[in-house]
């Protein structure tokens, strides 16, 4: 599926997320960047993970046929709240995890947050919804993740 991690993202995650100093996880949170295409979120081992937000600002993209791909003009932002440690040496636990799909305008120059251009009529539904089913595509919903505006 186009979007998913691989198995180095996927094995990196399990071992970065599984560190440990004392009874504190070493890592509260993942951003991955470098995918060119948004890619799943998912907690690992307690600690949120983005395997990639994609590009956020990028012209014009191709795939490697030369055949222009609109995928590479997607992205996702995470928006995650923290609160601090119930304890000296705690862990800081994330209370809020949110994305919002995004997608670069390339004729405006802009990035567009979906959900708002959506509620202001623009038929871009289906961009959206690809999106939002790639970022969920490995259980993060179940986790608490839901879609900002």
Known sequence: MAGAP??????????????????????????????HVPQAYEKVNGTWVIYGMGDQIAGEMTNHQGARDPRGNQSTLGRFTFAPPA????????????????????????????????AQGAGVQAVRDRIRDIVLSRGA?????????
């Open 6 to 35: 691989d198995e180095r993202q996927l094995t990196l995650t399990r071992s970065l997320t599984a560190a440990r100093s004392g009874n504190r996880p070493d890592i509260d949170l993942i951003l991955g960047t470098h995918a």
């Open 87 to 118: 304890r000296p040496g705690g862990r800081w636990e994330v209370t809020k995890a949110e994305f919002v799909p995004q997608l670069f305008d390339v004729d405006a120059g802009r990035v567009v947050n979906l959900n708002r251009a959506i």
């Open 141 to 149: 919903a179940e986790d608490g993740l839901v879609m900002g505006e």
